[in-house]
């Protein structure tokens, strides 16, 4: 399994922005598609978006499009997500996750087969 690790989680405001990281051990990171999903207490983990091999190709949950986005550098083995407009609904453990045996976007747990530990991130209203 592909060993991920998150950073960049905290405490901000409302309205305020926030960008996580996710770097991945391996030579190969290049080649499968990887995604960012959270979890809210009490809630289901839920698809928050996802990038393909190159970046070309991007998918986002609807209730972040337009605030949140997701890029990668394929040269330091992260992934970035990018939240903006950040509201306490947003408010939940953000995990990154691989998905090696999957090509193009995929949005379903079950298609990533490697997940990092999780960050907090926690927004005041």
């Known amino acids: 399994q592909v060993q991920l690790v998150e950073s960049g989680g905290g405490l901000v405001q409302a309205g305020g922005s926030l960008r996580l990281s996710c770097t991945a051990s391996?030579?190969?990171?290049?080649?499968?598609?990887m995604g960012w999903f959270r979890q809210a207490p009490g809630k289901e983990r839920e698809f928050v978006a996802g990038?393909?091999?190159?970046?070309?190709?991007?998918s986002y949950g609807d209730s972040v499009t337009g605030r949140f986005t997701i890029s990668r550098d394929n040269a330091k083995n992260t992934v970035y997500l990018q939240m903006n407009v950040l509201k306490s609904e947003d408010t939940a453990v953000y995990y990154c996750?691989?998905?090696?045996?999957?090509?193009?976007?995929?949005?379903?747990?079950?298609?990533?087969?490697?997940w990092g530990q999780g960050t907090q991130v926690t927004v005041s209203s």
């Open positions: 996750a691989a998905a090696q045996f999957f090509l193009g976007v995929p949005r379903r747990e079950y298609e990533y087969d490697s």
């Open positions: 391996g030579r190969t990171f290049r080649s499968y598609p």
């Open positions: 990038i393909s091999q190159s970046g070309t190709g991007t």
